[in-house]
């Protein structure tokens, strides 16, 4: 019986050890435990996605560094797309990716170009196209077209 339990022991230690050793897939990162990987997307985002809820821990979520193409939020705790700020969308929990005084300041990045009022971009396929994309609806204006 005590070989028994020795070997359950071992087998434990050594799945542990094997489990922290390998490494995440691309885009996901790894829960405070070493075990676990989330998509990093999932990091902050209010829902807890690692089973030690590392993932919405406030210096977790402020030591994490954003991937390329994602940026922080305002609060400096969730990183969100960088072509979905100033969208019309919500992205950041704390609404900072749509703040007006911070979209009048941003530049679009290509191929995103501002709407007249300064406050949103949108993919410049849009424009033109018969839709109201620009909240303001600039990206169906005749001199613009």
Request: proline residues 1%; negative net charge; glycine residues 6%.
């Amino acid at each position: 019986m005590a070989n028994f339990l020795l070997i359950i022991f071992v087998y434990g230690c050594f799945s542990l050890l094997l489990a922290s050793a390998t490494k995440c897939e691309r885009n996901h990162v790894k829960c405070r435990d070493g075990i676990q990987c989330v998509f990093h997307g999932f990091l902050c985002d209010g829902l807890n996605n690692c089973d030690d809820q590392s993932d919405e821990d406030e210096d977790f979520c402020k030591a994490n560094i954003c991937q390329d193409g994602y940026v922080k939020c305002q609060d400096n705790l969730q990183c969100v797309r960088a072509i979905a700020l100033c969208d019309g969308y919500h992205s950041c929990r704390d609404n900072s990716d749509e703040d007006q005084d911070f979209c009048r300041a941003t530049k679009c990045k290509e191929p995103y170009e501002k709407c007249k009022d300064g406050l949103q971009c949108v993919h410049y396929a849009f424009k033109c196209d018969g839709d109201y994309d620009c909240r303001d609806q600039s990206d169906e204006d005749e001199d613009a077209c």
